[in-house]
T-cell receptor, first 114, second 115 residues
Framework: GESVGLHLPTLSVQEGDNSIINCAYSNSASDYFIWYKQESGKGPQFIIDIRSNMDKRQGQRVTVLLNKTVKHLSLQIAATQPGDSAVYFCAENAYTGANSKLTFGKGITLSVRP | KAGVTQTPRYLIKTRGQQVTLSCSPI?????VSWYQQTPGQGLQFLFEYFSETQRNKGNFPGRFSGRQFSNSRSEMNVSTLELGDSALYLCASSLGSSGANYEQYFGPGTRLTVT
């Protein structure tokens, strides 16, 4: 079936280090990918997105890389800060017939050590 | 601009009851999607409404239903509640239908507990 999954359930990094969060997807028809951040008690917050015609996109301190060959997506956070501690989700948008829907990965917890 | 609002924020119901959750999208957004979030299953898509029409539906039983009003506000209803329906229900709004790859903005969610 189609699924979006994350390789590791938790990631612990030292403040100031770079973080890399990985995600695998299985639907080759997916054409749009998003990373969300969810803090405790809040809804998911958009971080960055990328379309399938791109392989890299940069935001403020974040970079998303897309490798369609191996169906892999990653989120890189530069100079990780305590405020980056949260659960991160990758999501893919795939068309099923005339419609499409976002499918989310399980989520990975990023913990930043001071 | 105000964000997505959901009411109520917390709800406790007993098995067999029904519940209605409400979502007000960002002003100008016409698409509202609903998701169920549980520790075991993560975020699962329930359905999407765009211009008062259901555009897409996830793999949930018919006990889960929704609707959208002309002002884009949306409600979802769950009938004959089961213990497994305990979850955080999230609403997300976007400018256009998700099929056009518009960014979705999430509300804080409604925490439903079924006892």
């Amino acid at each position: 079936g189609e699924s979006v999954g994350l390789h590791l359930p938790t990631l612990s990094v030292q403040e100031g280090d770079n973080s890399i969060i990985n995600c695998a997807y299985s639907n080759s028809a997916s054409d749009y990918f998003i990373w969300y951040k969810q803090e405790s008690g809040k809804g998911p917050q958009f971080i960055i997105d990328i379309r399938s015609n791109m392989d890299k996109r940069q935001g403020q301190r974040v970079t998303v890389l897309l490798n369609k060959t191996v169906k892999h997506l990653s989120l890189q956070i530069a100079a990780t800060q305590p405020g980056d501690s949260a659960v991160y989700f990758c999501a893919e948008n795939a068309y099923t017939g005339a419609n499409s829907k976002l499918t989310f990965g399980k989520g990975i917890t990023l913990s930043v050590r001071p | 601009k105000a964000g997505v609002t959901q009411t109520p924020r917390y709800l406790i119901k007993t098995r067999g009851q029904q519940v209605t959750l409400s979502c007000s999208p960002i002003s100008g957004h016409r698409s509202v999607s609903w998701y169920q979030q549980t520790p075991g299953q993560g975020l699962q898509f329930l359905f999407e409404y765009f211009s008062e029409t259901q555009r897409n539906k996830g793999n949930f039983p018919g006990r889960f239903s929704g609707r959208q009003f002309s002002n884009s506000r949306s409600e979802m209803n769950v009938s004959t509640l089961e213990l497994g329906d305990s979850a955080l229900y999230l609403c997300a709004s976007s400018l256009g239908s998700s099929g056009a790859n518009y960014e979705q903005y999430f509300g804080p969610g409604t925490r439903l507990t079924v006892t």
